[in-house]
């Protein structure tokens, strides 16, 4: 996986001189410090299951995380209430626990779940996350 790094923002991205906002790179720590530990908890499941997929880098930016692989195929945001996790797929997600959906490009579908409890990261978010990874990697 070969990446590029912005001169001024000094995050990484899959491809040279990517459009993107630039904004200033932080750690998971401070990403996840004003919300409740099982914010974060909910996070290392999600990390675990990427990082047992292959290299994974993760983007950590105040508003949450972004893991991407060649492209980002998956985000992770802290919120007062829950942790969405915004799943970027060739197609959107139909299921009940999808709060909604939103055309990221011609052939992208972001699928945005909201998760509570560690718990929550399951067999059927396991397999989103693959099916995720997948589609960034191609």
């Avoid at 899959?14 to 914010?39: D, K, L, M, Y």
């Avoid at 999808?98 to 052939?107: D, K, N, W």
């Avoid at 779940?113 to 989103?128: G, K, M, N, Q, S």
Wanted: charged residues 30%; contains cysteine.
């Amino acid at each position: 996986m070969s990446r590029w790094t912005c001169p001024s923002c000094e995050r990484e991205f899959g491809r040279t001189n990517q459009s993107h906002v630039c904004v200033p790179a932080g750690t998971i720590e401070e990403t996840f410090a004003p919300h409740r530990p099982e914010w974060r908890q909910i996070f290392d499941a999600i990390a675990a299951q990427v990082d047992d997929l292959g290299p994974v880098h993760l983007d950590a930016v105040k508003v949450g995380v972004f893991l991407k692989t060649d492209r980002t195929l998956a985000e992770v945001r802290p919120r007062a209430r829950a942790v969405d996790l915004l799943l970027v797929l060739p197609h959107a997600i139909e299921h009940d626990r999808i709060r909604r959906t939103m055309r990221a490009s011609a052939g992208m579908v972001v699928s945005v779940v909201a998760l509570t409890r560690p718990e929550e990261v399951d067999d059927e978010i396991r397999a989103w996350l693959t099916e995720a990874y997948d589609a960034a990697s191609t």
